[in-house]
């Protein structure tokens, strides 16, 4: 078999050292490999754009320490590969049209729906844009020039792909994620040249990696079938239902899994200020509004533009807006602390006499407030298929993963989730709690020569990558030594 192997983002690990993961498997099973590897030919790098937006600084600012540091990493993992491995460099196709991309957008959505060649360049810039960013509604204006420089480097990845496929003919190609800009391009390239393409991501823990094939992580109708499937083919009922158990338990406690917990900055049992048992209270959890905002037209929610507007709507509804009897109870997600746009500041900004805003810093527990609420609204967070585990009736007013598996209420209007918020609704079975936490709590292959030690720490065949490899810094500076000697005698004598 003949595979390449696409490392983007050499950077962030696990993600690099499950790439050296595959590519040992690959050796060790006798296949061709080929590494495509980027040396400084991206127009736009998400590693350097995200490590400037967290320093404060311009998205474009060209960062050649971190171009350097990633070439280094990526030799010091490479050097531990046992096998012959192809390398190729990423570099734009010669006589592509740069002068087609267009220029200007007037709002996300044109950028959404542009599309070049039959790819979806523009939703693949978006997402990196907003992803950086954390602002689901990025301003056109100020952020063209970043917008410009991810459409070039999706043009330059998606032609440098389909070339490189027309030149190695690779029976299969590995790269992350998918959603990122340039590396959906590659994801595209190869569904349009029929060459099976397998996207990596994290797994249900740190020494799990998934792998989808051809498709992206957030493909809402392969991940829904992935995990009836994944149930399907368990017969041992315990063992799933411990499973699911244990992946519930575990956020509960505030223990890892694949991604950092916020549990473990609340306080136990604290519940909001003004608590009043009595009252219909109603917790709402929102969520990251920028993480599915550009993962395909299939999340759009078909009720609201977003959770900003359907908490305005449910507010300003006769039923809620004068009801003394209901209060409503609006977590607004811990992965916004640190996010200030107009959207966030809107989004905790809201005010009404039976509404209480819990902002992202505060102590009060997400578990107590879903304990103690008698009903819980979600958009789509973990948090609504939870609620259903725990026993809370659970209404979706948003796209998910489990949206289909029947353990949530699914209004089909604002009147009609209206109407859920004032009414006595029962918890439905746990059934689909335990569909979907036997998958999220098993998914993914275990990886064979990484070892994590956190969610962004771990070594490849023992070694640190940050770290060069033991003796080679002794070996270059003896191999220094002795060209500088050769030079010196080579020099003619003076006098």
Known sequence: MRVAVFSTHVLWTPHYETELDIMQEHLDAGDHVTHVVC???LSTCDLIV?????????????????????????????????????????????GVAKARLQSGFVDKDELRHYVVDGFDAGEAALSSVISFCRDPKPDMREHSQLVQ??????????SFTQDFIRR????????FNGRFAYTRAVLRACQANKTECFVHDRGHDIQHYAIYENALPHDLEYVTSLIRSRWAAEPDIEKKAGIADAFY????????????????EQKPGLLPEGWNGAKRNVAIF??????????GQEWRNPLYSDQLEAIQRILADPRIAGNNEVHLYLRVHPNLRNVDNPYTRALRGLSQHNLTVIQPDSPVSTYALMDSSTKVLSFGSTAGIEAVYWGK???????????????NYVPKSQSELAEMLVSDLAPKPKEAALVYGYYMGSYGRPHKYYQALGIRQGTFKGRDLQQPA?????RMLRGREMLLRRWRRAQPRQG
């Open 39 to 41: 040396d400084r030919g």
């Open 50 to 94: 995200s490590h400037n937006v967290r320093r404060g600084l311009d998205p474009l600012l060209p960062d050649r320490d971190r171009c350097d540091a990633c070439v280094r990493r990526r030799n010091n993992g490479a050097r531990l590969l046992k096998g012959r491995v192809r390398r190729e460099r990423i570099a734009a196709p010669s």
């Open 168 to 175: 190695a003919h690779p029976d299969r190609v590995y790269v």
């Open 249 to 264: 338990s575990q956020r509960r406690r505030g223990e890892e899994q694949s991604w950092f917990s916020f549990v473990g």
């Open 470 to 474: 033991p003796g080679l810094r002794a």
């Open 149 to 158: 420089r991810y459409l070039r480097s999706c043009d330059d990845l998606y």
């Open 393 to 407: 009736p659970s209404m979706l007013a948003g796209m998910s993963f489990y949206r289909s598996l029947g353990g």
């Open 286 to 295: 929102c969520s990251s509004e920028d993480e599915f905002e550009a993962a």
